[in-house]
């Protein structure tokens, strides 16, 4: 009997425990996966996906392949020379995969958006995303972003909402995938000089 006493006690020490680290913790818990959830209903209505989740061919045409979920252009993926040239009409073309877009900018590659350190946004901070979208520049301050990436529009979001869709980019699948730097366009300079 005593030792069912005692068992009793150390069953109830423990529960005390587990309840105060619940307890000190969920606060913060909560609220990134309030955040993390919010970012994947923006990143699902926005269409983040369309180009950054590489297509594979279904019965019905493209179709994102999950498996490498928001890892941007596949790194194995060799494509010909951009079979833009000239003013038009046709102005743009995409890769199969929807992830490798060419057009008078020469070809630019979705970003693996996963949090990959190496290759991913794993070592971003989130201020790094924020001035992205918002500077319209690589990681904030580097050189402009291509098209398609509509930062232009997505710019208009509140920090709230750019902070959520970074929380929720944080906790998806890291992918390894090194995306290509993008090509510049070929041919001469615009005339003029
Ligand atoms: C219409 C296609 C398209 C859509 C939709 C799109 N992107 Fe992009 N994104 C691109 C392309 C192309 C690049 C590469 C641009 C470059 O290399 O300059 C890119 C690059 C990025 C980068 C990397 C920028 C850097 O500094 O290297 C981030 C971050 C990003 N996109 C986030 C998002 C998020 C978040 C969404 C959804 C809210 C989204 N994108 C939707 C096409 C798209």
Redesign the pocket.
């Known amino acids: 009997m005593p030792q069912v006493g005692r068992l009793a006690a150390l069953l109830a020490v423990c529960c005390a425990l587990l309840a105060a680290s619940l307890s000190s913790s969920s606060g913060k818990g909560t609220l990134n996966l309030k955040l993390a959830k919010r970012g994947e209903y923006?990143?699902n209505s926005?269409?983040?996906g369309?180009?950054?989740t590489p297509m594979k061919m279904g019965p019905k045409g493209p179709e994102p392949d999950m498996t490498r979920m928001l890892s941007g252009h596949p790194k194995e993926m060799m494509l010909p020379a951009s079979p833009i040239s000239g003013p038009g009409p046709w102005v743009a073309a995409v890769s199969a995969s929807f992830t490798a877009?060419a057009g008078p900018w020469g070809v630019?590659?979705?970003?693996n958006?996963t949090p990959d350190k190496e290759t991913g946004?794993g070592d971003w901070t989130e201020l790094n995303?924020i001035q992205?979208?918002r500077n319209g520049k690589?990681?904030g301050k580097?050189r402009d972003?291509?098209?398609?990436?509509?930062w232009q529009a997505?710019k208009n979001l509140t920090d709230d909402d750019l902070k959520a869709?970074f929380a929720y980019?944080r906790t998806i699948p890291p992918i390894k995938n090194a995306v290509p730097e993008?090509i510049p366009p070929a041919g001469p300079p615009p005339s003029g000089k």
Do not use: A, E, K, N
């Open positions: 923006l990143v926005m269409g983040c369309d180009c950054h877009w630019s590659y979705t970003r958006l946004l995303f992205t979208i690589h990681q580097g972003l291509l098209p398609p990436m509509p997505f869709i980019l993008p």
